[in-house]
């Protein structure tokens, strides 16, 4: 079936420092990828999105890179800021056989000043 | 415009209770989906309505559980005989049938059963 599976949290980190947070997919087909980020105490919102191979979402400065070939779609930051920390979420949806989303456990990062 | 809005923002309620939880979508979003989000975890699917097609309840965790979208527009989860284990973060989103098939999500409401 499909699946996501994220790097288990939390992440520590201090400010300016790069963030990786890993994301892989089991999925036929060609998904669409997504991140969600959820910050305290708000709803979750789209932070970026690919929906082909080899395709680059980035958003506020996040990147992530829809790698098929290692069923990847890591996400990147160069340099972190208090402001990020947040809890992230990984995300598939096929665009056939249904329509529904399917979300990974979810990264939360403490980024410090 | 108005995002997706939910009702209430909180519940409490005692074991065994009702409970109603609202949820209105962005207007022209076709499809509509409900999880739930207990303390620490991940996002739970529950169910998804998309225009006039049967909705997808495989993620409905009991019987106990319902979900009705009146007009393609506005739903409703219902939650009968509540127990303890079904207090959670429940989440509504909203997303157009085409283009970008990204979810735009509510605030959520936060249900407490004593």
């Known amino acids: 079936g499909n699946s996501v599976t994220q790097m288990e949290g939390p992440v520590t980190l201090s400010e300016e420092a790069f963030l990786t947070i890993n994301c892989t997919y089991t999925?036929?087909?060609?998904?669409?990828l997504f991140w969600y980020v959820q910050y305290p105490g708000e709803g979750l919102q789209l932070l970026l999105k690919?929906?082909?191979?080899?395709d680059k979402g980035s958003n506020k400065g996040f990147e992530a890179t829809y790698r098929k070939e290692t069923t990847s779609f890591h996400l990147e930051k160069g340099s972190v800021q208090v402001s990020d920390s947040a809890v992230y979420f990984c995300a598939l949806r096929k665009r056939t056989g249904g329509f529904k989303t399917i979300f990974g456990a979810g990264t939360r990062l403490f980024v410090k000043a | 415009g108005a995002g997706v809005s939910q009702s209430p923002s909180n519940k409490v309620t005692e074991k065994g209770k009702d409970v109603e939880l609202r949820c209105d979508p962005i207007?022209?979003?076709?499809?509509l989906y409900w999880y739930r989000q207990s303390l620490g975890q991940g996002l739970e699917f529950l169910i998804y309505f998309q225009g006039n097609s049967a909705p997808d309840k495989s993620g409905l965790p009991s019987d106990r559980f319902s979900a009705e979208r009146t007009g393609g527009s506005v739903s409703t989860l219902t939650i009968q005989r509540t127990q303890q284990e079904d207090s959670a973060v429940y989440l509504c989103?909203?997303?157009?049938?085409?283009?970008?098939?990204?979810?735009?999500f509510g605030p959520g409401t936060r249900l407490l059963v004593l």
């Open positions: 207007s022209g979003h076709t499809a």
């Open positions: 989103a909203s997303s157009p049938d085409r283009g970008e098939w990204a979810q735009y």
């Open positions: 999925a036929t087909g060609y998904p669409s």
């Open positions: 690919a929906t082909k191979a080899d």
